[in-house]
């Protein structure tokens, strides 16, 4: 599978977060939102958990990586994006859906926040009661 114009295609979600990530045969270089990563993320943490999936199958320097993400914050984004990678490498090879599935990579993190409830201030959080 070296084909020049070969790519695999993965979308990854997470809270109100999307990552489309198309992956080519390259350096290992990451563009996302047409920024590097490293310039894209605030916390180097959030850029280790997005790469993730690549460094787990050893493959961070075969792929370039060119992400577009969507919605959400930080935190949401880097687990769409790290959702979106694994899917594409699974696309890419089928024997490592058995390693990524092992990590937890390619089941999609269904934790959203909960709305919020009439007569309540947030979701749970009741009123301030004043007994005086």
């Known amino acids: 599978m070296t084909l020049v114009d070969e790519f695999f295609y993965g979308t990854g979600h997470r809270k109100n ?10 350096t290992g270089k990451v563009v996302v939102n ?3 990563l490293h310039g894209y993320m605030c916390r180097p943490t959030l850029e280790i958990m997005a790469m993730s999936p690549l460094a787990i199958s050893n493959l961070t320097d075969r792929f370039d990586v060119t992400v577009k993400c969507l919605g ?17 490498l699974v696309q890419f090879d089928e024997a490592l859906r058995k390693l990524l599935r092992q990590y ?22 009741g009123f301030q009661f004043s007994k005086r």
Request: zero cysteines.
């Open 72 to 88: 959400g914050g930080n935190s949401g984004q880097a687990g769409a994006m790290r959702h979106g990678i694994a899917r594409a």
């Open 104 to 125: 937890g990579m390619l089941t999609r993190d269904a934790r959203v926040k909960e709305r919020k409830k009439y007569g309540r201030k947030r979701a749970r959080r």
């Open 17 to 26: 977060a999307t990552a489309k990530v198309w992956l080519r045969e390259g």
């Open 34 to 36: 047409g920024t590097t």
